[in-house]
């Protein structure tokens, strides 16, 4: 078992390090050709970050263990809002709270998130994701990739440094080590179930959950250090959109999706209406309240082995 635990660490850490150097390759390509750093951001960087969840959701779906897949999407994006854009809130509350007067920096990506959640959640009423389900999720995301598009088309890019050659070996590089790691953390995952008995849908949705949302941990952490946190909460959303419709329309489109117990989706749901008190208060409340997303999100994962 402790062989396994260290190939699960290990699994985690070339996710991480390979979604990192794929966005930096990735990046440095697409600006080597011509593309706009602005598209580029909200492309290749924002995929960047969901890159762990979609290799190990995909994965777990073609080796037929679809609950892993679930659990990790829907433990991600609670995890993105309850954990990372919670410790946000409390660190630097002004990035997230609105401004006297003023809608929140995160306004237009805090709707954008809200209606993919809202179309996902009515999708799974019938307890299945379903072929035609997937390919409504997926329009879905074309449809919001296009509305983020027109906004950050007015705006400035951030600056993507080009590596040269080096930017095909981070690329392919970077991949595979997400590839072999996915297959580590899958492959884990499942031993530890198995073993303690826990379900795959439990382990899904906070081991490897928690595990794949590290790189937006990360980023946010370091984002706020340097002054950019408004940044890190936009893109927070904007992985939550990517995990829920692509995905999730992804896999669906190998094999249907069985949704367990559709009380999940409804916290899944309470927790993206819970952004709303982040982007409407005054900092001070957005600061309160990040706190109470945290003891919520700390209460939440430990009632999933308690009901056990």
């Known amino acids: 078992m402790i062989i396994t635990i260290l190939l699960f660490i290990v699994g985690l850490a070339l996710l991480i390090k390979g979604a990192d150097y794929f966005v930096e390759g990735g990046g440095g390509l697409a600006a080597r050709y011509g593309v706009p750093s602005a598209v580029i951001g909200f492309t290749i960087i924002a995929f960047g970050t969901s890159l762990p969840e979609f290799v190990v959701s995909i994965n777990a779906i073609i080796t037929d263990n679809p609950d892993v897949a679930l659990g990790n999407v829907l433990g991600s994006?609670?995890?993105?809002?309850?954990?990372?854009?919670?410790?946000?809130?409390?660190?630097?509350?002004?990035?997230?709270?609105?401004?006297?007067?003023?809608?929140?920096?995160?306004?237009?990506?805090?709707?954008?998130?809200?209606?993919?959640?809202?179309?996902?959640?009515?999708?799974?009423?019938?307890?299945?994701?379903?072929?035609?389900?997937?390919?409504?999720?997926?329009?879905?995301?074309?449809?919001?990739?296009?509305?983020?598009?027109?906004?950050?088309?007015?705006?400035?890019?951030?600056?993507?440094?080009i590596h040269g050659n080096l930017d095909w070996g981070y690329t392919v590089g970077g991949l595979v080590a997400v590839i072999i790691g996915s297959q580590l953390v899958l492959d884990s995952a499942v031993s530890i179930a198995t073993a303690f008995g826990i379900p795959a849908f439990v382990i899904g949705m906070s081991m490897v959950?928690?595990?794949?949302?590290?790189?937006?941990?990360?980023?946010?952490?370091?984002?706020?250090?340097?002054?950019?946190a408004g940044i890190s909460a936009g893109n927070l959303l904007g992985s939550n959109i990517f995990n829920l419709l692509l995905v999730l329309g992804t896999g669906a489109l190998i094999r249907p999706l069985a949704i367990p117990n559709i009380s999940d989706i409804a916290i899944l749901v309470l927790f993206s209406l819970a952004v709303i008190p982040l982007i409407k208060g005054s900092p001070k409340v957005t600061r309160v309240w990040g706190l109470v997303l945290l003891v919520a999100y700390i209460a939440y994962m430990a009632s999933l082995y308690v009901m056990i």
């Open 77 to 161: 994006n609670i995890a993105n809002i309850a954990l990372v854009l919670a410790l946000c809130a409390m660190i630097s509350p002004t990035v997230i709270a609105r401004a006297e007067g003023e809608k929140s920096k995160v306004y237009t990506e805090t709707m954008l998130m809200l209606a993919a959640t809202a179309v996902f959640a009515v999708l799974c009423l019938n307890n299945v994701i379903s072929l035609v389900d997937g390919i409504i999720l997926l329009v879905t995301f074309g449809i919001i990739l296009y509305v983020i598009y027109k906004k950050i088309g007015k705006e400035p890019g951030t600056r993507i440094e």
């Open 209 to 228: 959950a928690v595990g794949t949302s590290l790189p937006e941990l990360a980023t946010s952490l370091v984002a706020i250090l340097k002054g950019d």
